[in-house]
């Protein structure tokens, strides 16, 4: 007798045995079920940031040719030839404009301002085109001084690292977790820097307790095994403390074959014991050094510093940041983060530093549910017992030293069942360490403490916080703050408490808000981009917090940015009026879109048409292709029309054509002004094909009379490889392979 284990495709049901089998597959098939396939796929920055997942009606988006609109939601529309959804956006002086789900690729969040203050455009009126002239006009400035940014960094000669893959292996089975996806690329992309023989200047956004520790200490190792120094900064002594100890943890397992010394400096060191690391350093015997700004003083010497490891970059003020902008110009430094600050986070996204987004979240994590309140003795006393009836504990934040003994006392009083104790950055650091190290070994329930917590504190059996005053925190400091809660696999809760609606600004409601909807696993970045949003992402590299981004919106900067250095990269002169890139629009006159019965979710649908209208390659759709069966069964005939329009629109863009208008009687091609086409050829090609008419100079109108979906559709790619014949040899062999694969 032999057992085994396995997937079963479908249920099944023994009448004789009354017992009856179903499926996760059948009983949850309207949700995403997480296959090794797609767990495979690591989280795509560009995809985050041009998400409309979050996108509520009244937001301001961004049409590539009408401007900045706001959403007022999915409509669907019949214009004759059967139901299709729109996009309505409102504009100035209330126009409106419906966009075609199948154009999506045209429409983008608006991020540069507060969206109450986002700059609404006229259609037809002009003033669209004339604000990105305008802004085109700083980008080619901007471009210019990236690309003297990007030679000087291309001509900086760092070290190369070289790592046998067993060692790193055998390093990584100290890892107790599974790596998430995100997580496993961010870890190959900072060993390819390191082994690159560049400057390694990348940073790492992961939400807070996603593994970004893990990323730095493989880092760490790679750099020791080349025989450098690695300085590890962090922004708390008791973040140091806590790197310390798992960085001594960590290596202490392979201590045996690579017997590696690791030193700390600060404030939970003795004098003399920082006099002797200081020492060391100097003279090579430390390997890893870990420490507050301490590192950064003039007297710190390193025998041979090869990588800087900065957690929380955004904590430093404008003088430590100044010496870190020196290291970077001679070792390979990796920055840690959870919400980067609006000027990181752009600069990332343009590709002035090397970007890693870390947003999948480990194995049993569960989001943190979050409450804002009016402080109440009720609401603290429900909140605080809970937990601790469930052996947990609890941290109360309040963030005024000189008040925080009152506050000891009103809480001893309210919760004669608590053990508290009192942590804050004016302790003696003894006392400090004890506070601390006390409330890691549970000998009290309850933390009392400052913002002193904020920054990397791991206590897995704390998942309670009430954070009081938490109007007068920002947005960022807040998701840190509650990611020191939920680090386990049970429920976490957050409690902001303020006094009272009334008494709140409004940027702090926007803040709490924000704070509130985001409760999401990964929701750091997407904290980042509302920080964006809020504070704006300011210049480039100037100083100034606003400029042109705000009146053409983030990512449509962004894309005309890139556009100008890849230009003046080639030696030519960048066109930011024409279009960035070909946009195809498809028209099959047949429904196409994604039915309510298939998709009942309005904003999961919108999120589905940004994504499909996003796809660049065949391959992609594929995927898509796939991952709609699997959630929703197979697609009906107006999904399959919204599918096979985004191949056509991938297909016609390497032809140069603008517009395809398929119905039942003919074809018509509407070419872009300068279409990448072989005039000679073509001309060969109009004369044999006795169907065909030119209709001016950019219009073909072929006459093929097709009938139903799947004849249309063949129709309209056997005209577009008949075209592939007109490109010049270079580019109709990448377009064959194109469109077979369509």
């Given at each position: 007798?032999?057992?085994?284990?396995?997937?079963?495709?479908?249920?099944?049901?023994?009448?004789?045995?009354?017992?009856?089998?179903?499926?996760?597959?059948?009983?949850?098939?309207?949700t995403?079920?997480?296959?090794?396939?797609?767990?495979?796929?690591?989280?795509?920055?560009?995809?985050?940031?041009?998400?409309?997942?979050?996108?509520?009606?009244?937001?301001?988006?961004?049409?590539?040719?009408?401007?900045?609109?706001?959403?007022?939601?999915?409509?669907?529309?019949?214009?004759g030839?059967?139901?299709?959804?729109?996009?309505?956006?409102?504009?100035?002086?209330?126009?409106?404009?419906?966009?075609?789900?199948?154009?999506?690729?045209?429409?983008?969040?608006?991020?540069?301002?507060?969206?109450?203050?986002a700059?609404?455009?006229?259609?037809?009126?002009?003033?669209?085109?004339?604000?990105?002239?305008k802004?085109?006009?700083?980008?080619?400035?901007?471009a210019?001084?990236?690309?003297?940014?990007?030679?000087?960094?291309?001509?900086?000669v760092?070290?190369?690292?070289?790592?046998?893959?067993?060692?790193?292996?055998?390093?990584?089975?100290?890892?107790?977790?599974?790596?998430?996806?995100?997580?496993?690329?961010?870890?190959?992309?900072?060993?390819?820097?390191?082994?690159?023989?560049?400057?390694?200047?990348?940073?790492?956004?992961?939400?807070?307790?996603?593994?970004?520790t893990?990323?730095?200490?493989?880092a760490?190792?790679?750099?020791?095994?080349?025989?450098?120094?690695?300085?590890?900064?962090?922004?708390?002594?008791?973040?140091?403390?806590?790197h310390?100890?798992?960085?001594?943890?960590?290596?202490?397992?392979?201590?045996?074959?690579?017997?590696?010394?690791?030193?700390?400096?600060s404030?939970?060191?003795?004098?003399?014991?920082?006099?002797?690391?200081?020492?060391?350093l100097?003279?090579?015997?430390?390997?890893?050094?870990?420490?507050?700004?301490?590192?950064?003083?003039?007297?710190i010497?390193?025998?041979?510093?090869?990588?800087?490891?900065?957690?929380?970059?955004?904590?430093?003020?404008?003088?430590?940041?100044?010496?870190?902008?020196?290291?970077?110009?001679?070792?390979?430094?990796?920055?840690?983060?959870?919400?980067?600050?609006?000027?990181?986070?752009?600069?990332?996204?343009?590709?002035?530093?090397?970007?890693?987004?870390?947003?999948t979240?480990?194995?049993?994590?569960?989001?943190?549910?979050t409450?804002?309140?009016?402080?109440?003795?009720?609401?603290?006393?429900?909140?605080?017992?809970?937990?601790?009836?469930?052996?947990?504990?609890?941290?109360?934040?309040?963030?005024?030293?000189?008040?925080?003994?009152?506050?000891?006392?009103?809480?001893a009083?309210?919760?004669?069942?608590?053990?508290?104790?009192?942590?804050?950055?004016?302790?003696?650091?003894?006392?400090?360490?004890?506070?601390?190290?006390?409330?890691?070994?549970?000998?009290?329930?309850?933390?009392?403490?400052?913002?002193?917590?904020?920054?990397?504190?791991?206590?897995?059996?704390?998942?309670?916080?009430?954070?009081?005053?938490?109007?007068?925190?920002?947005?960022?400091?807040l998701?840190?703050?509650?990611?020191?809660?939920?680090?386990?696999?049970?429920?976490?809760?957050?409690?902001?408490?303020?006094?009272?609606e009334?008494?709140?600004?409004?940027?702090?409601?926007?803040?709490?808000?924000?704070?509130?909807?985001m409760?999401?696993?990964?929701?750091?970045?997407?904290?980042?981009?509302?920080?964006?949003?809020?504070?704006?992402?300011?210049?480039?590299?100037?100083?100034?917090?606003?400029?042109?981004?705000?009146?053409?919106?983030?990512?449509?900067?962004?894309?005309?940015l890139?556009?100008?250095?890849?230009?003046?990269?080639?030696?030519?002169?960048?066109?930011?009026?024409?279009?960035l890139?070909?946009?195809?629009?498809?028209?099959?006159?047949?429904?196409?879109?994604?039915?309510?019965?298939?998709c009942?979710?309005?904003?999961?649908?919108?999120?589905?048409?940004?994504?499909?209208?996003?796809?660049?390659?065949?391959?992609?759709?594929?995927?898509?292709?796939?991952?709609?069966?699997?959630?929703?069964?197979?697609?009906p005939?107006?999904?399959?029309?919204?599918?096979?329009s985004?191949?056509?629109?991938?297909?016609?863009?390497?032809?140069?054509?603008?517009?395809?208008?398929?119905?039942?009687?003919?074809?018509?091609?509407h070419?872009?002004?300068?279409?990448?086409?072989?005039?000679?050829?073509?001309?060969?090609?109009?004369?044999?094909?006795?169907?065909?008419?030119?209709?001016?100079?950019?219009k073909?109108?072929?006459?093929t009379?097709?009938?139903?979906?799947?004849?249309?559709?063949?129709?309209?790619?056997?005209?577009?490889?008949?075209?592939?014949?007109?490109?010049?040899?270079?580019?109709?062999?990448?377009?064959?392979?194109?469109?077979?694969?369509t």
């Amino acid at each position: 007798c032999m057992l085994d284990t396995g997937p079963l495709h479908q249920g099944f049901a023994l009448e004789n045995e009354a017992i009856c089998v179903v499926t996760e597959a059948e009983l949850y098939a309207g949700t995403v079920r997480t296959s090794k396939r797609a767990d495979a796929r690591a989280t795509s920055v560009e995809g985050m940031v041009r998400d409309l997942s979050e996108l509520r009606i009244g937001d301001p988006v961004v049409h590539a040719q009408h401007g900045i609109g706001r959403y007022l939601g999915l409509v669907s529309l019949d214009l004759g030839e059967g139901a299709t959804e729109f996009l309505h956006l409102e504009y100035a002086r209330q126009d409106k404009l419906y966009v075609p789900v199948a154009q999506l690729h045209l429409i983008s969040r608006y991020s540069g301002i507060a969206p109450d203050q986002a700059p609404l455009h006229k259609l037809g009126s002009g003033d669209w085109d004339r604000a990105k002239k305008k802004a085109a006009q700083q980008i080619r400035d901007t471009a210019a001084e990236l690309l003297n940014l990007y030679a000087r960094r291309a001509a900086r000669v760092g070290h190369q690292f070289e790592i046998k893959q067993h060692d790193l292996d055998a390093f990584a089975e100290g890892f107790g977790f599974e790596e998430t996806p995100d997580q496993a690329a961010a870890i190959r992309a900072a060993i390819d820097d390191m082994c690159s023989g560049k400057p390694m200047d990348r940073l790492i956004c992961g939400d807070v307790g996603f593994g970004k520790t893990e990323v730095a200490l493989r880092a760490a190792f790679v750099a020791v095994c080349g025989g450098k120094q690695v300085a590890i900064l962090t922004p708390t002594t008791l973040l140091a403390e806590q790197h310390f100890q798992t960085f001594s943890d960590r290596f202490a397992q392979i201590a045996d074959e690579w017997p590696i010394k690791i030193a700390q400096l600060s404030r939970f060191r003795t004098a003399k014991e920082q006099t002797q690391n200081v020492k060391a350093l100097a003279e090579g015997s430390v390997d890893i050094a870990i420490g507050t700004h301490k590192l950064l003083q003039r007297d710190i010497k390193f025998a041979r510093l090869g990588l800087v490891i900065i957690d929380e970059e955004h904590r430093f003020g404008v003088r430590q940041k100044e010496a870190l902008k020196a290291l970077r110009a001679e070792v390979d430094v990796l920055t840690l983060t959870a919400t980067p600050i609006p000027r990181t986070l752009a600069m990332s996204l343009e590709g002035l530093r090397d970007f890693s987004v870390i947003a999948t979240a480990p194995q049993k994590r569960l989001a943190i549910k979050t409450f804002v309140s009016r402080e109440s003795q009720g609401v603290i006393r429900e909140a605080v017992l809970r937990e601790l009836k469930r052996g947990g504990q609890i941290y109360f934040l309040h963030n005024e030293v000189h008040t925080i003994e009152n506050m000891h006392a009103r809480l001893a009083k309210l919760l004669p069942e608590a053990r508290i104790v009192v942590a804050h950055g004016q302790m003696r650091e003894r006392e400090l360490e004890r506070a601390m190290r006390e409330f890691h070994q549970q000998r009290y329930n309850l933390l009392l403490c400052t913002t002193i917590i904020e920054t990397g504190i791991d206590i897995p059996t704390a998942n309670t916080m009430l954070i009081n005053r938490a109007d007068k925190f920002g947005l960022a400091q807040l998701h840190q703050l509650r990611g020191r809660v939920g680090r386990s696999h049970h429920q976490a809760y957050a409690y902001l408490l303020t006094h009272g609606e009334e008494t709140l600004s409004a940027q702090a409601k926007k803040r709490l808000e924000a704070i509130q909807m985001m409760d999401e696993l990964g929701a750091g970045f997407f904290l980042a981009m509302h920080d964006l949003e809020i504070r704006g992402a300011g210049e480039v590299l100037g100083e100034s917090q606003s400029g042109e981004m705000q009146e053409i919106g983030f990512n449509l900067y962004a894309d005309m940015l890139k556009h100008a250095v890849r230009s003046l990269k080639a030696g030519s002169e960048p066109d930011l009026s024409a279009p960035l890139s070909i946009t195809t629009e498809i028209n099959l006159h047949l429904p196409a879109l994604l039915p309510n019965d298939y998709c009942s979710d309005v904003n999961e649908r919108l999120t589905l048409y940004k994504r499909l209208a996003n796809c660049e390659t065949a391959a992609e759709l594929d995927s898509m292709q796939e991952e709609l069966i699997d959630r929703f069964g197979l697609a009906p005939e107006p999904a399959q029309a919204l599918l096979e329009s985004h191949r056509l629109r991938i297909a016609a863009r390497t032809l140069g054509v603008a517009r395809i208008d398929a119905n039942g009687d003919a074809i018509a091609l509407h070419f872009i002004a300068q279409p990448p086409l072989d005039g000679a050829r073509f001309i060969q090609m109009l004369a044999r094909q006795r169907h065909w008419k030119l209709s001016g100079p950019s219009k073909l109108r072929v006459q093929t009379p097709s009938e139903g979906l799947a004849p249309r559709v063949q129709t309209v790619k056997d005209l577009l490889k008949t075209l592939l014949g007109a490109l010049p040899p270079a580019g109709a062999e990448s377009a064959f392979a194109t469109l077979g694969s369509t």
